[in-house]
């Protein structure tokens, strides 16, 4: 499946990993959620709706799969080094994609 220019959803993720900020991330993916609603990217704005779960309540979405979920974790790095979230994030978020 092939994405539509500006609806690529590892280039978002890398984006956010960029700006390793949690109010900035998540008005960003706000704001991407309603461009592709208008657009309408339904599989890509599901993609953004579970990211901005996990941004917001730190577990894993129940739509998510395992590969998909795993596709945060740059942005999870991103946040641990700097300083917007404690390591535990990190270990918590390995042991999810574990399925611990």
Do not use: N
Not at 5 to 11: L, W
Not at 35 to 48: F, N, Q, T
Request: charged share 30%; aromatic share 12%.
């Amino acid at each position: 499946m092939s994405e539509r220019p500006g609806f690529d959803f590892h280039r978002f993720i890398e984006r956010m990993a960029d700006i390793a900020d949690v109010p900035a991330i998540l008005r960003e993916a706000e704001a991407a959620c309603l461009r592709a609603e208008h657009a309408k990217e339904s599989v890509y704005r599901r993609r953004l709706g579970e990211f901005m779960w996990y941004m917001r309540y730190g577990t894993q979405p129940g739509s998510a799969t395992r590969w998909e979920f795993a596709e945060f974790r740059p942005v999870v790095v991103a946040l641990v080094e700097a300083g917007q979230w404690k390591a535990e994030a990190l270990a918590r978020f390995e042991s999810q994609i574990e399925g611990r």
